[in-house]
């Protein structure tokens, strides 16, 4: 089967740096992404990571470690509209996308 | 700018109806994704297509649930009949599976 664990919730103050973890189970795993869903919005994509290592984009990174099947996504100089909640989804080879349950993150001043 | 886009935005009806959701995919995206949204099982995949054509719908329940892609602009999902266990956000979303754009969502109330 696929399943997916990442923390359901995460708090922080703004300006600091928060890490949301992934880790995953699935056969014929291709990548795993990251989308951001503000309250009674749609998900909007964040990153995707086929490779291992780490992808910056501007404020915002995510690490892909294949042999441990765990990534995170890492958000820097936390902003008040960065409070969301942050799915991991696994892309196998069906050409599928799981998502996780999603992390509720909040920022707090 | 081109974003995916979905109608109803929100529907009500009662147990027992036929419900219809639109979505037009961004064009020149040939892969159409449907999910539903609910608090319990969170983000769960229905049914997905490329170039129109059905690739994996195992997460739809058959009994109730249809997909189809009558053409390149144009992806259904129809519930028929509807129950109270359907009420949920239904997302479109097209691209490819490692980066999709979600449509706006149509939220479903089945009274």
């Known amino acids: 089967g696929q399943s997916l664990e990442q923390p359901s919730e995460v708090t922080a103050v703004e300006g600091a740096i928060v890490q949301i973890n992934c880790t995953y189970q699935?056969?014929?795993?291709?990548?795993l992404s990251w989308y951001q869903q503000h309250d009674g919005g749609a998900p909007t994509f964040l990153s995707y990571?086929?490779?291992?290592g780490l992808e910056e984009t501007g404020r915002f990174s995510s690490f892909l470690s294949r042999s441990d099947s765990y990534g995170y996504l890492l958000l820097q100089e936390l902003q008040m509209k960065d409070s969301a909640s942050y799915f991991c989804?696994?892309?196998?080879?069906?050409?599928?996308?799981?998502f996780g349950q999603g992390t509720e993150l909040s920022v707090k001043p | 700018d081109a974003r995916v886009t979905q109608t109803p935005r929100h529907k009500v009806t009662e147990m027992g109806q036929e419900v219809t959701m639109r979505c037009q995919p961004i064009l020149g995206h040939n892969t159409v994704f449907w999910y539903r949204q609910t608090m319990m099982q969170g983000l769960e995949l229905l049914a997905y297509?490329?170039?129109?054509?059905?690739?994996?719908d195992s997460g739809m329940p058959k009994d109730r649930f249809s997909a189809e892609m009558p053409d390149a602009t144009l992806a259904t999902l129809k519930i028929q009949p509807s129950e109270p266990r359907d009420s949920a956000v239904y997302f479109c979303a097209s691209g490819s599976t490692d980066t999709q754009y979600f449509g706006p969502g149509t939220r479903l109330t089945v009274l």
């Open positions: 699935t056969s014929g795993f291709y990548g």
């Open positions: 297509f490329r170039n129109r054509a059905p690739l994996d």
């Open positions: 989804a696994v892309a196998n080879q069906g050409g599928k996308l799981i």
């Open positions: 990571n086929a490779l291992d």
